[in-house]
């Protein structure tokens, strides 16, 4: 009886070795110690309104490839973000000015990573630059924002510029709302306000001072991402030749859609169709 025993012992004992042995290996694949970085490099800036668990040494990356690490992270004098700088191999030296530096994690427990996505200007980054447009670490509400639909906006800590529109009613829409246009995201929602004089709500936008030739008759509308996601504000552009400055107020708005509208719409249509089919079958003779 003793020897099924020691069997059982050693079995579970090499299980437990085996165990520890594959999170140890996957503790070097994940973390961003195993990937120093070597050879020539130059010092770029970026600053981020949230790093998460962002570390120094941190890979930074590009279509998933490493091309540097994070040097240093420190509190931006002056300002309410973190000052990270990137330290990239000379080698990629091409960066276009309006990339996005965007934080992600490795898996679903790796460590943080600054990912680098191309834009497209033909002006470049230099040694000492700075990445205006960055993505900050998620949080776990941001992205169930985004699994239902919500989308995310590049926090443009370069600077933006404050318009506001006024809605009959504004549904579900909230602080840190995307603003849209054309559906790709220009800026987010910087408050919300119910004015009690003109019954109505004042939605505040700070947009990124990159789309700064909105033309000041265009539209605002508050829509639902699919069915059950969160809501936004689309602008459609107009066709004045003055643009949107800072302060200025979209006058044409579409309120938010209600559930009970589109169900009542619908019945209505649907019984005037059926009303319609009724009147127009002739009457059966006597």
């Known amino acids: 009886m003793s020897q099924p025993r020691s069997s059982y012992a050693v079995g579970t004992g090499l299980f437990i070795v085996l165990g520890f042995a594959a999170l140890a290996y996957l503790a070097t694949q994940t973390t961003s110690i195993a990937n120093v970085h070597q050879g020539a490099s130059y010092t770029v800036e970026a600053h981020f309104a949230n790093i998460g668990q962002l570390k120094d040494r941190a890979p930074v990356k590009i279509a998933g490839v490493r091309v540097g690490q994070v040097e240093s992270i420190?509190?931006?004098?002056?300002?309410?973000?973190?000052?990270?700088?990137?330290?990239?191999?000379?080698?990629?030296?091409?960066?276009?000015?309006?990339?996005?530096?965007?934080?992600?994690?490795s898996g679903l427990l790796g460590d943080q990573y600054i990912g680098i996505e191309y834009g497209h200007s033909k002006k470049v980054v230099a040694d000492g630059g700075t990445l205006?447009?960055?993505?900050?670490?998620?949080?776990?509400?941001?992205?169930?924002?985004?699994f239902f639909g919500a989308g995310g906006v590049a926090d443009n800590l370069g600077g933006t510029y404050t318009v506001s529109a006024r809605f009959s009613n504004v549904g579900t829409l909230s602080v840190g709302a995307p603003v849209k246009m054309a559906g790709v995201p220009i800026g987010s929602v910087q408050a919300v306000q119910v004015d009690p004089v003109k019954l109505d709500a004042k939605v505040t936008m700070a947009i990124d001072k990159r789309y700064n030739q909105i033309p000041d008759d265009s539209a605002a509308a508050v829509f639902t991402s699919g069915l059950i996601g969160t809501q936004y504000v689309a602008i459609q552009p107009g066709g004045s030749p003055d643009v949107l400055k800072n302060g200025s107020q979209l006058i044409l708005t579409q309120s938010a859609m209600q559930l009970e509208d589109l169900i009542g719409k619908f019945l209505v249509n649907g019984s005037s169709s059926g009303s319609s089919k009724s009147s127009n079958t002739p009457s059966g003779k006597h």
């Open 74 to 105: 420190g509190l931006a004098s002056g300002q309410d973000a973190a000052d990270v700088k990137l330290s990239i191999d000379k080698r990629y030296d091409k960066i276009p000015l309006d990339s996005v530096a965007s934080i992600y994690t």
């Open 132 to 146: 205006a447009l960055t993505k900050p670490a998620q949080q776990l509400e941001a992205m169930l924002g985004k």
